[in-house]
């Protein structure tokens, strides 16, 4: 079993795109956990914002990079993108997690220190790249866009607005420092971060590699997350529907000016990052008939193009930044 993991393993993520983008060297936790840095095309090389795009559980930066397009996005409006590195498992150093507090495999179970580890990032930016610390934002998919929802709990006065997708987590007993303004996107035909809650949400990376990578664990509805959040900011809970394309409905919260929430479900969609040319493992982008990438789309669902996650994303996140 352990071999077979590991040859499917390198086949999901061994052959990478190779991109002109930074790697930069960080060691933390008793780990080499580098991440990648995307400047953009044409933009001033200092005071850029920057966007943290973390990846899902079970993948790593390279392969968040890949699926989402945000080098793209971040050349369109210029601002930096980077890609942080999760926690590594001791058997394979490309299938990592993060330590989202109730979730996800190695990382929770070895307590790594992610929001340190961002932290440590955030300050390497500021240092190495001079960016502008008040525009940081954060988003994910799956296990990260739980990442990103611990990052607004655990670092209100550092991040200034969250983007997760695919994924959620408790927030209610959050301590902020000031309201994080939040854009959840969700699919309704999610396998893996139940759209409507649940006993079994999670383990789509382990009924795809045939290891346990995370179990199954219980969670709230997204919808459930995202009115959380909004009583955490102060908000009420009379919506307001902002968009309706093709599958796609947007709603916000009545909150003050600096305290927005949003809520996108993508009627269908399964777990996936909309918007992405999302064939599956590496391998399927150039053999998209092999029975790997099947397996892959009948885990996860199908996904959706009428919109983009990662200019849907930056399209909120521009809107604000922290008090100076």
């Known amino acids: 079993m352990i071999l077979r993991f590991i040859l499917l393993a390198m086949l999901v ?19 080499h956990r580098p991440f990648i ?39 369109r409006h210029g601002f930096i993108a980077v890609y942080p590195e999760g ?3 001791p058997l394979m150093d490309r299938i990592r997690t993060w330590n989202a507090g109730v979730c996800c495999g190695p ?3 070895k307590e790594s220190d992610d929001v340190g580890y ?16 008040s525009r940081v934002y954060a988003t994910g998919h799956s296990n990260g866009a739980m990442m990103s929802y611990r990052l607004a709990c655990e670092m209100s006065g550092r991040i200034a607005a969250i983007a997760p997708n695919a994924g959620q987590r408790e927030v209610a007993q959050c301590k902020l420092e000031r309201p994080v303004p939040v854009l959840h996107m969700h699919g309704t035909k999610d396998p893996c971060a139940l759209y409507d809650g649940g006993e079994k949400c999670g383990g789509c990376v382990s009924k ?11 969670c709230l509805p997204a919808r459930t997350v995202a009115q959380d959040a909004a009583k955490l900011n102060g908000c009420t809970l009379e919506t307001e529907i902002t968009m309706q394309k093709g599958a796609v409905t947007c709603e ?3 909150c003050a000016r600096d305290a927005a929430v949003e809520f996108c479900s993508i009627a269908g969609m399964g777990h996936r990052w909309a918007g992405a040319s999302d064939k599956g493992p590496t391998a399927c982008a150039s053999q998209p008939d092999k029975k790997i990438c099947s397996r892959y789309a009948e885990i996860v669902g199908p996904g959706n193009q009428d919109v983009d996650a990662g200019e849907m994303a930056w399209a909120f996140f521009s809107r604000f930044s922290l008090p100076k």
């Open 107 to 109: 990382a929770l179970k």
């Open 13 to 31: 993520f061994a052959a990478q795109p190779v991109l002109a983008d930074d790697s930069v060297a960080l060691d933390w936790g008793g780990q």
């Open 37 to 75: 840095v995307h400047l953009p095309q044409d933009a001033p090389k200092e005071n850029l914002p920057v966007v943290l795009v973390l990846h899902g559980g079970g993948g790593n930066a390279e392969n968040m990079r890949t699926m989402t397009g945000m080098n793209d996005v971040a050349d």
């Open 252 to 254: 916000k919260y009545k």
């Open 118 to 133: 961002i932290g440590a990032v955030i300050d390497a930016l500021i240092a190495q790249y001079k960016i502008d610390a």
């Open 87 to 89: 926690y590594g498992s």
């Open 208 to 218: 795809f590699l045939h290891f346990n990578v995370e179990k199954d664990r219980s």
